[in-house]
């Protein structure tokens, strides 16, 4: 890459023991240092709260399953944690985020004993919001600060603070009595009497019974009893996160992850017992690959291949191509980008330099890194046993014009030059790489690193937009995905 970026090795997607990961913020800085890179994005799991109200007190009565998490409206607690290390280790940048789950739904009756959870798996990551404002009202399902205290939350507010107000003036209010006594001379005798106080009971119950009704008196834009909202609440987070300048990007959307979770303990103590509620409880997760979701949204920033689970020529990336081709047909308002996911909790064996995303950046700031990941200007890296592979160039020419990784090039005579240089640590290794155009294959390379390849290319595309991107693939499991190149004709 040209002399105005400096390169910078990054693990992204990496849990503390915030949210079940293995090691502290501090132990997380001190791998990364040990492991040679400079920065870290760490997206641990937030309000993973899935909960399922029991009608009609919804609000109240409550069946539970929880994870270990961080919680967004306490988001200013949690970003200071990183400031503090930040200072005591300056060596590694520590980025904090957080990895969410706008929506779940629910299905089942729990009458039953059973009940099933969908769409609970379908995470982002979210990065770069600068006020603890935007983290605490992030638009997900689980956060409590997401709901908004509108004019309905009001008027029922108001309804129980009257009932609640008129309980206390009924109870208040008396009447006088009397009532003589003696023979002769009869004296007269006054007391109070209260008989409107049954009445009073009464309006108080009736406001308990409709602040239970109406709890949190909050509106939220999604309920998760059964309703199908399609994309909806996705692409709204991801408009969201855009609108505030910040980044979101789908994680592990090929992954298959059900579960399962049961016992007594779901039901809250006071409901324990309660006769037509069960006992036992199964609350089944379904976990199913969601690439269609994905495709079926605009405006994120990235979304990872599946890199671990592939490992045939062009395999990782062929939905992404799928993407990228609409891009650069107009059926997209914005490219998605590439980006090396780890998702290190430090448990599983493997080492936090396993995946890495290494960024071109002015500097090693976290608004230079933001910058770059928001541009394209990286490209993830599959390590093994401790080889790796760097893309020490790779960039289109076009007359006295060039591009490099995230830009686009304007070319009028049509022909381009296409360069890259694979490097490898340690030296010396045998690499092949493939170079594509519009996702199908133009070139195939093969050699001892430092590969370097040149593609001369004398007619892009009759006309509009294309692209070029580059894999490489070195010993046992090694893989590096660059990012595209976009050329305008």
Same mark, same amino acid.
């Given at each position: ?30 791998? +990364? ?21 029991? +009608? ?5 009565? =409550? ?82 600060? +997401? ?96 609108? =505030? ?245």
């Amino acid at each position: 890459m040209t002399e105005r970026w400096i390169e910078i090795p990054a693990a992204y997607h990496v849990h503390t023991n915030a949210s079940g990961g293995r090691y502290t913020l501090e132990e997380i800085s001190s791998l +990364a240092h040990d492991a040679g890179l400079r920065a870290v994005i760490v997206t641990d799991k937030a309000d993973t709260r899935w909960t399922y109200g029991i +009608a009609p007190f919804r609000g109240l009565a =409550r069946v539970t399953v929880e994870r270990k998490s961080i919680k967004l409206t306490e988001y200013a607690e949690y970003r200071a944690r990183f400031e503090k290390v930040g200072r005591e280790r300056p060596d590694v940048l520590l980025i904090p985020g957080a990895e969410v789950s706008p929506f779940y739904r629910w299905e089942g009756r729990l009458a039953d004993g059973k009940l099933r959870m969908l769409e609970w798996d379908r995470d982002m990551l979210v990065v770069g919001l600068k006020k603890d404002s935007d983290w605490k009202h992030l638009p997900i399902i689980g956060n409590e600060g +997401a709901g908004k205290f509108g004019f309905s939350g009001s008027f029922h507010l108001f309804i129980c603070a009257a009932l609640c107000a008129g309980a206390f003036v009924v109870f208040a209010k008396k009447r006088k009595k009397s009532f003589k006594v003696g023979l002769w001379r009869k004296q007269k005798f006054s007391y109070d009497v209260h008989p409107y106080r049954p009445l009073s009971v009464v309006l108080f119950l009736l406001a308990v019974t409709l602040a239970s009704l109406w709890y949190p008196f909050k509106r939220f834009p999604f309920d998760p009893y059964g309703h199908k909202y399609g994309l909806a609440p996705y692409q709204r987070m991801i408009d969201y996160v855009n609108d =505030r300048g910040g980044i979101s990007a789908w994680g592990h959307p090929h992954a298959d992850m059900n579960r399962k979770f049961e016992g007594r303990n779901f039901l809250p103590g006071p409901l324990a017992g309660i006769p037509g509620l069960p006992s036992h409880l199964e609350i089944f997760a379904d976990g199913a690959p969601y690439f269609d979701a994905v495709e079926g949204t605009e405006g994120f920033t990235a979304a990872p291949c599946p890199t671990e689970s592939c490992s045939g020529e062009g395999c990782p990336c062929r939905e992404w191509d799928g993407m990228l081709s609409e891009f650069t047909a107009g059926k997209r308002k914005s490219p998605p980008w590439n980006v090396g996911e780890i998702d290190f909790y430090g448990i599983l064996p493997g080492k936090i330099d396993d995946f890495i995303t290494v960024f071109f950046a002015k500097s090693n700031t976290e608004d230079a890194i933001l910058d770059s990941f928001k541009h394209g200007r990286m490209y993830s890296v599959r390590n093994d046993r401790g080889y790796t592979l760097r893309l020490k160039e790779f960039n289109v020419r076009s007359g006295d014009g060039i591009a490099e990784s995230g830009e686009t090039i304007k070319t009028s005579s049509g022909g381009t030059t296409v360069r890259a240089v694979v490097g490898s640590i340690p030296e010396g290794m045998r690499v092949k790489a493939v170079l594509y155009r519009n996702g199908e294959i133009v070139g195939r390379y093969a050699g001892r690193s430092p590969l370097s390849i040149r593609y001369e290319d004398a007619n892009p595309k009759k006309a509009g937009m294309s692209y070029y991107r580059l894999e490489a693939r070195a010993a046992w499991r090694v893989l590096l995905i660059s990012n595209p190149i976009f050329v305008i004709k």
